[in-house]
């Protein structure tokens, strides 16, 4: 699969990043982009980026994901600390890998 651009939101551990590997991975606080309502997060993230990545369940009822131009991947984690987020990494590869844009794909 081609190199994809991804964001991390906000409540996910940043350093999961560094078990992306070949994908350009970046953070929401990276961005500066604290703080932001799902609705414009989306819309800014749709801008620059493939793939969302979150651990809120909730996003894909609160939004209507097939109007961004992203795929979004979320996580079903006890927590969102790095040592829970760690055993799906083989998962959440082939979800990036898979995921389309107004997707939302759940990796547990």
């Known amino acids: 699969m081609p190199h994809r651009k991804i964001l991390l ?15 350009n991975v970046i ?15 989306l819309a800014r993230a749709q801008v620059e980026f493939d793939v ?13 994901l097939v109007a961004f131009s992203l795929g979004v991947i979320v996580l ?5 600390r ?8 083989q998962q ?5 890998d898979s995921v389309q844009a107004g997707q939302v794909n759940h990796v547990s």
């Open 82 to 89: 790095l040592e829970d987020l760690l055993p799906m990494t």
């Open 9 to 23: 939101d906000e409540c996910v551990h940043a350093q999961l990043g560094k078990y992306i590997p070949g994908h």
């Open 52 to 64: 969302f990545i979150t651990v809120d369940r909730n996003l894909a009822f609160q939004q209507s």
């Open 27 to 41: 953070s929401v606080p990276q961005k500066g982009w604290t703080g932001l309502k799902n609705g414009d997060l």
């Open 76 to 80: 079903h984690a006890p927590t969102n």
């Open 92 to 96: 959440l590869l082939e979800a990036i």
